[in-house]
């Protein structure tokens, strides 16, 4: 598909305008847009980059998990405090390990007296299941006792259609400056379980298959297990 200049120097296809519109509405594309144009014509933006990537990475710091439980819980605290539909989104995430593309379309029947979710995950285009527990089965009972199958899990107020990925973000951005967190995105929930899988049980080899990842060391990457923290536990290792 060929490119259009969409501002001075900035040139995108029609779909890549589309994707990114959805992914950060018009308004902020605009803005993003603007940035970018002024950065090509001041030679600061990085040659390597395509256009559509310099947008979607544009201003992105890399997402931490929440290390400390006690964080976890006052983040909790600050949805419970705006909705039921926030919290539950934040907590069906940190105990799945599923990506916030996947979590938004569920539908009550995909959850409801299920022992396990199954999707075909929306960036890998695979099978993926994920396990409910007996705790989390008690989570998704209270939340969806007064709501039909067909409905969806995480209704936006104003069309009754799924939460868009930018809708979610703002929710949990606006809880966790309440929280007083930083450095959280959508992919924060999955990199806080699998912090804590790690270092509940030390088996990367088994999150390695949670996450779908072709090494350990990009599983470890993920989710923030530093070389200090290792170095840590091998100063109280020893034979």
Known sequence: ?????????VFLTEEEVKKLQETF???????KVS??????QTGDKRKEMSDYHSLRTQGMQKVQPIRELEAIDRMKRALKRDSLRNYFMFVLGLNTGMRISDILPLQVKDVRNKTHIRVKETKTRKSGTFRINRELWQD?????????DEEYLFPSRKTNLPLTRVQAYRILRKAADKAGIEQI???SMRKTLGYHFYNQTKDVAVLQEIFNHSTPAITKDYIGITQKEIDDKMDNFYL
């Open 25 to 31: 509405g018009s308004r902020l594309l605009q803005q």
């Open 140 to 148: 998704i009972a209270d939340y969806t006792e007064d709501m039909q």
């Open 185 to 187: 995105g959508t992919h």
């Open 35 to 40: 940035l970018l144009s002024r950065q090509k």
């Open 1 to 9: 598909m060929k490119k259009k200049e969409v501002a001075p120097d």
